[in-house]
């Protein structure tokens, strides 16, 4: 339901984030910056919001850190980050969560884009991306998302979720 809902939205981001990491390190600079102005933001929200009563594996999904030392690899300042409204909505937190824990699934393409590119700075600072390979993270995240009752009551508060992530990274610029 949600991919389908949302699947203009993923296209747009998905342009928007994907790059040529392997050849052009400012590309894979711009778009960390633009992540870091979002991902920190949204997972303090989430956890305002109550995320770790949906997700008790919470603290392992969290990647703002290995986002930040993604950028001091590379020598960049945090960004401005972006202004996040917290709710604790049981479907509009799985909405937001299905964004972020589902650009996991996409990070898999691009962190092997980024470990192909000539300068090692950029293939060492491949934290964020590469957070969680080793785990199954999306497929426990699906079962907490499925077997929420908030979510199978309100699938239009869910979606309003997902949107308002999708939102805040399409609203960021990805390349310098």
Same mark, same amino acid.
């Given at each position: ?12 981001? &998905? ?13 894979? #600079?711009?778009? =960390? ?8 933001? =949204?997972?303090?929200?989430?956890? %305002? ?8 594996? !919470?603290? =392992? ?6 986002? &930040? ?37 996409? *990070? ?7 470990? +192909? ?20 993270? !999306?497929?426990?995240?699906? %079962?907490?998302?499925?077997? #929420? ?5 309100? /699938?239009?508060?869910?979606?309003? *979720?997902?949107? +308002? @992530?999708? @939102?805040?990274?399409?609203?960021? /610029?990805?390349?310098?």
């Amino acid at each position: 339901m949600l991919r389908a809902a949302t699947a203009d939205l993923h296209a747009e981001v &998905d342009a928007r984030f994907s790059g040529p990491f392997d050849a052009d390190e400012n590309a894979y #600079s711009a778009f =960390l910056t633009a992540l870091a102005r979002v991902v920190g933001p =949204l997972e303090r929200a989430l956890e %305002q919001g109550g995320v770790a009563r949906l997700v008790p594996d !919470w603290p =392992l999904r969290r990647r703002a850190d290995a986002l &930040d030392r993604d950028l001091a690899l590379l020598g960049i300042s945090m960004p401005t980050a972006s202004t996040i409204d917290v709710t604790r909505d049981e479907a509009r937190l799985f909405g937001r969560l299905y964004v972020l824990e589902g650009s996991r699934l996409g *990070g898999r393409l691009l962190v092997k884009r980024a470990r +192909e590119n000539a300068d090692p700075r950029v293939r060492a600072a491949t934290n964020y991306l590469g957070h969680g390979e080793a785990a199954d993270l !999306w497929r426990g995240f699906l %079962q907490r998302l499925e077997g #929420s009752e908030a979510v199978a009551a309100s /699938p239009a508060r869910t979606m309003l *979720g997902a949107r +308002e @992530a999708f @939102a805040l990274f399409g609203a960021e /610029p990805a390349h310098g």
